[in-house]
């Protein structure tokens, strides 16, 4: 590779004309954007480039975004590539309210050198009369451990910044909704008169409530006060009734609703992304044992039941399916234990076995045109959630919307040239709340809540947490917190983790890491990085925890099944903890004496998941809640047990119970059946009510954190060519 192509900086090497970044030889995934924004500061290293010369630059006048959210963003995903900060910069420097400067030494490039860039900055034009258009972000993980994803807002009418593989030319958007706040998971009436949608930021799993409005320009009206968890919205075949899914219990359930407004009705239990095959058959999917969800069939009078696809694992979840016009093949939406995976493509009548289709990467959506001749998806690759279609059956995927902002959610109108989409942005902040208050603690990306959440110290001073900037758990990086100062610092620069337990002395963290095609691994490090990382295992481990003599407690598949084991922190000495198989971990207590976990239990023919509590030295476990209660989370000084009770919303920020825990760690007298939702503090003595359902708790009940989340995401028409 010519000399000039290349500029070199600390550990890492930009290739100009390939439009690659790499650290120590490993190439980093980093979207166009951020690429072109280092390539425009590496042409003038040391030198202030203003925000205006950026927004000349990389944001050019015939494409109109929010400039101000699209550079910050840029910014942030190009320091955790770097493991740069905003505090302790090594290479990015923030000019506040002027622009950046990159302050790291630069070798082999001048100036005139990474100009010749052939990662296309664009040149500056001339200001030319805005043209509106739009843009957004979401993610998502499996229903246990979805959090109410995160979001920034106020974005004014955006335009999707176009690359090279997308039809630019001919793509056009136009607004449906016009929300302060979030509308997403858009569903079309079968004449395609009327769009039903939730009010809300988080296109899976939410608490907000269903609106309708009549297309173009109807108002738009709520007709629910259904405060459960639900998703996926479908139009009955005559267009009155909307059918949506709730958690309920511990299995999913499908309720309709009218049109007009009315209290739901019950339509089928277990029973999860139903849709009418025609007025006489149902298509949707059914938890065969523990989380085991696949797609079956049946008629509306219960006959002629089918199992038509199951995912291979028996922890894989099968979410959502959408039958071709002819109703002779299904797109298949769903989860493994990573997250979503690329979209399959099914035989309703058994004609071909499942494969894949689609982009490679995790698709959330997806849907056909009314003759049957494309498939669309909404899917998440490298880092970015856009729009692509294939052509049926065997055609190669085409993206066709790109940009700092994403799409969400898809319904196909009847035109079979245009589809309805959500588009937005998302991020999330900090928040500490103590006897004086809440305050906000800035953080320069999303923080990681849910399955790996921030978790505070045992004095309560120091708060850890994970920050992404992709909707890949595997691109989140280790941070810590100062609580007093609000000062944060990357504590691994480049180490990428997908969960992660810091020591109860502070000295020392276990994490897990995701890499593409190969078993998750663990790894061992002294947080005061007097050494270099240690691999103690790689034969698919996940979610570790230090155990209570300083032992490695992890989950890992075993077959069909996820068992917990340990292991010393040499990775010998392997073994099973219990004898029977869990579903997830979900926390341990401070001192070490109980691991919660979600584990399946036999609840008549069914095995059904159960949050529980498993006693590290022995004991029969207890069982918490009498339906899954998502992950309950212990306070610092190991005083209380927090278990949320009521799910939080756009509005509404849930509630959680605090349970008292005796001396040593002793749990109190748990109902026969665990705690119901919605219960109050008299159900245990000495409990006491906080007002959020997701939390971080710390030394006591005034004191704790949590991750605000709010959302900005509106509904698009998008036409295609």
């Not at 584990?599 to 059904?608: I, N, Y």
Request: hydrophobic share 35%.
């Amino acid at each position: 590779m010519p000399v000039e192509d290349v500029v070199r900086f600390g550990l890492f090497e930009l290739d100009l004309k390939g439009g690659q970044l790499s650290r120590n030889g490993s190439q980093l995934r980093l979207p166009q954007q951020p690429l072109q924004l280092l390539a425009v500061l590496l042409e003038r290293p040391g030198e202030i480039v203003t925000r205006d010369e950026l927004r000349q630059r990389l944001w050019p006048s015939d494409v109109f975004v929010d400039f101000d959210h699209g550079l910050n963003k840029s910014v942030q995903k190009l320091r955790d590539a770097l493991g740069d900060s905003a505090t302790s910069p090594r290479y990015i420097e923030t000019i506040p309210r002027v622009g950046y400067r990159f302050i790291a030494p630069v070798r082999n490039g001048t100036p005139a050198q990474a100009s010749a860039v052939e990662i296309k900055v664009p040149p500056r034009l001339p200001d030319s009369p805005p043209v509106p258009a739009v843009a957004v972000h979401h993610r998502a993980r499996w229903w246990f451990l979805s959090a109410g994803v995160v979001a920034l807002g106020l974005i004014t009418v955006v335009a999707i910044h176009l690359s090279s593989r997308v039809h630019s030319s001919v793509v056009k958007y136009t607004k449906l909704t016009d929300f302060t706040d979030s509308a997403s998971t858009p569903a079309l009436s079968p004449d395609g008169h009327m769009l039903a949608f939730i009010r809300g930021g988080s296109p899976f799993m939410s608490a907000d409530q269903i609106y309708v409005k009549v297309l173009p320009g109807g108002e738009a009206r709520r007709i629910t006060n259904d405060g459960r968890i639900k998703y996926n919205l479908a139009f009955s075949p005559d267009g009155s009734q909307i059918a949506y899914t709730v958690i309920e219990g511990t299995s999913f359930s499908t309720y309709t609703v009218s049109v007009l407004g009315s209290e739901p009705q019950l339509l089928l239990r277990n029973a999860a992304g139903l849709t009418w095959l025609d007025q006489y058959q149902y298509l949707f999917s059914r938890i065969r044992a523990g989380l085991h969800l696949g797609i079956v069939t049946e008629t509306v009078s219960g006959q002629n039941f089918r199992e038509l696809y199951y995912p291979p694992h028996e922890r894989d979840m099968a979410h959502y399916s959408y039958a071709s016009p002819d109703r002779q093949s299904a797109l298949v939406v769903g989860m493994d234990t990573e997250g979503w995976v690329p979209c399959k493509l099914i035989s309703i009548e058994g004609h071909f076995p499942a494969r894949s289709v689609g982009p490679d990467g995790g698709c959330t959506s997806a849907g056909w045109s009314p003759d049957g001749s494309w498939m669309y998806f909404i899917a998440g690759v490298e880092g970015q959630s856009h729009l692509w279609r294939q052509r049926y059956p065997d055609g190669q995927p085409e993206q066709m919307t790109s940009g700092p902002m994403e799409e969400e959610g898809l319904a196909v109108e009847h035109d079979g040239h245009s589809v309805i989409t959500s588009i937005g942005t998302t991020e999330s902040s900090i928040w500490i709340h103590d006897g004086s208050g809440e305050r906000s603690m800035s953080s320069e990306g999303t923080v990681v809540a849910g399955f790996a959440p921030p978790s505070f110290a045992r004095d309560g001073k120091t708060l850890y947490y994970l920050l992404w900037h992709q909707p890949a758990g595997s691109d989140a990086m280790l941070w810590r917190m100062m609580v007093d100062s609000g000062k944060s610092e990357l504590v691994f620069p480049g180490v990428a983790m997908t969960s992660y337990d810091v020591s109860p002395d502070g000295k020392q963290v276990v994490y897990s890491t995701a890499v593409r095609g190969e078993k998750s691994q663990l790894w061992l490090a002294p947080m005061d990085r007097s050494s270099s990382p240690k691999k103690i295992s790689a034969a698919g481990e996940m979610s570790p925890r230090f155990g209570p003599h300083g032992e490695i407690l992890f989950q890992v598949t075993e077959g069909s099944f996820i068992y917990l084991e340990e292991m010393n922190q040499d990775g010998s000495g392997r073994k099973k903890v219990v004898p029977y198989p869990i579903i997830e971990i979900a926390g341990i207590s401070p001192g070490r004496k109980w691991l919660t976990a979600v584990v399946p239990l036999a609840e008549g023919k069914a095995m059904v998941p159960m949050t529980m509590a498993i006693p590290l030295d022995g004991g029969s476990p207890q069982r918490l809640c009498a339906s899954y209660c998502g992950a309950p989370r212990w306070s610092s000084s190991g005083r209380f047990l927090f278990i949320p009770v009521e799910s939080g919303s756009e509005t509404n920020a849930g509630r959680s119970l605090a349970i008292p825990v005796g001396p040593g760690e002793s749990l109190p007298q748990f109902p026969p059946g665990g705690i119901e939702p919605g219960a109050q503090p008299s159900v245990i003595p000495g409990s006491q009510s906080v007002d959020r359902d997701e939390l971080v708790p710390g030394e006591d009940l005034t004191h704790f954190a949590y991750v605000k989340t709010t959302a900005h995401r509106n509904l698009y028409r998008v036409t295609l060519p």
